[in-house]
């Protein structure tokens, strides 16, 4: 029982410390913003029934210049998401 108990505490530690680390870099960046506004009109990753898709629905088109229903997001912003993505491609 001891080892049972030591063994799930230790697991659960394990898994909140390794849930607590993100990655600073991009938790406030201009991809992010576009992200927490899409997801704040609404827009989720499992709703591609009902035409509420994170990515293709709301960040594809906002990205591509098409405005989004119900999500504002500065013009500077999409600007610098784009630049972002395309050093993150020129990386690889």
């Given at each position: 029982?001891?080892?049972f ?6 697991t ?7 849930l607590?680390?993100?990655?600073t ?10 992200m927490v ?13 009902e ?7 709301c960040m ?5 210049g ?10 500077k912003?999409v600007?610098a ?7 993150v491609?020129?990386?690889?």
């Amino acid at each position: 029982m001891k080892l049972f108990l030591l063994t799930f505490a230790t697991t659960v530690i394990l898994t909140q410390s390794l849930l607590a680390e993100e990655p600073t870099t991009h938790s406030d960046g201009p991809c992010m913003k576009i992200m927490v506004a899409c997801k704040n009109a609404g827009y989720n990753k499992s709703l591609l029934i009902e035409k509420k898709s994170l990515s293709k629905d709301c960040m594809q088109l906002i990205l591509n210049g098409q405005k989004v229903e119900d999500v504002n997001i500065d013009p500077k912003d999409v600007e610098a998401c784009k630049i972002k993505k395309a050093e993150v491609k020129s990386k690889k």
